[in-house]
Antibody, heavy 120, light 107 residues
């Protein structure tokens, strides 16, 4: 199993960023994909997840209304778009595969991370 | 949301020693708790799921215990590669939440 994320991004405040997560080595639509970011002080912050077969989504209240999850099943790629960027959104973002098809369970496989820098 | 409190924040130990990490939930989460290891420059790695089950390939020196609100990750006989940050995470209720982490550092 491999999750490969898109490269680092530099954005201005107020802009949007869209990160991709390309999956391989398993049946893409069978397991939810979570999005997690590194919060201040190194702690991890769950942003939400998408059930790739149904398209159903769950969001953290901290990001609801500002984040969108999509997927392209033809290329086995999941996407996370974060809008209205501010300096506090500068951090590392990860995608992670759930271990259960009917999750949430655990985040068993992780992408390498995508650094987003928000700066004017 | 369910708050997970990890203690201590930092644990200073020597290789070969035993590490005992705590994670306390703000409400009952049954056994719906996972532990992750995070080394510098690497993504998190799943160690333990459902409080006490080791993930595939995780060495037997890692063990988890607990249920309800109090959980423990034990690392017996610390190896050099075990010095890292450890996070707990609950899946009992949305939104999923992580603890603040415990850093295990070399004394």
């Amino acid at each position: 199993v491999q999750l490969v994320q898109s490269g680092a991004e530099v954005k201005k405040p107020g802009a949007s960023v869209k990160i991709s997560c390309k999956a391989s080595g398993y049946t893409f639509i069978s397991y939810p994909i979570h999005w997690v970011r590194q919060a201040p002080g190194q702690r991890l912050e769950w942003m939400g997840c998408m059930y790739l077969g149904s398209g159903d989504t769950k969001f953290s209240p901290n990001f609801q209304g500002r984040v969108t999850f999509t997927r392209d099943t033809s290329t086995a790629t999941a996407y996370m778009e974060l809008n209205s960027l501010r300096s506090e959104d500068t951090t590392l973002y990860y995608c992670a595969r759930d271990s259960c098809s009917a999750g949430p369970c655990s985040m068993i496989d992780w992408g390498q991370g995508t650094l987003v820098t928000v700066s004017s | 949301e369910i708050v997970l409190s990890q203690s201590p924040a930092t644990l200073s130990l020597s290789p070969g020693q035993r590490a005992t990490l705590s994670c306390r939930a703000s409400q009952n989460i049954n056994n719906y708790l996972s532990w992750y290891q995070r080394r510098p420059g690497q993504p998190p790695r799943l160690l333990i799921y459902d409080a006490s089950d080791r993930a595939t390939g995780v060495p037997a020196r890692f063990s988890g215990s607990g249920s309800g609100t109090d959980f423990t990750l034990t690392i017996s006989n610390l190896e050099p590669e075990d010095f890292a940050i450890y996070f707990c995470q609950q899946r009992a209720k949305w939104p999923l939440t992580f603890g603040g982490g415990t850093k295990v550092e070399i004394k």
